[in-house]
């Protein structure tokens, strides 16, 4: 699974052929989320609140590239890492 980016101990990543909705995978510590690329929504999992507003955040600043990485991943050519929130 690649790493598309890390911020603040964030990590980004996305599996190749993952399930519908598109969406990435947030980790922190323990914690993990599946977010939807498209309506920033969290799909599975819970993260502490000031890091999910964080991904968001970030998540909103990059839904093109994101999106971009999903067909990326769809078709099994490498993704493009992803500037991390500043």
């Known amino acids: 699974m690649p790493t598309i980016c890390v911020f603040f101990g964030i990590t ?14 947030a980790y922190y510590g323990e914690h993990s989320a599946l977010i939807s ?7 599975e999992g819970e993260f502490p609140k000031r890091a999910l507003a964080m991904v968001l955040e970030w998540a909103a600043e990059h ?4 999106r971009a990485d999903w067909d990326l991943a769809a078709r099994h050519e490498p993704l493009v890492a992803i500037e991390p929130l500043k």
């Open 12 to 25: 980004i990543r996305m599996y190749y052929d993952d399930h519908a909705p598109p969406h990435f995978h």
């Open 37 to 43: 690329i498209d309506t920033l929504e969290v799909l």
């Open 63 to 66: 839904r093109s590239e994101l």
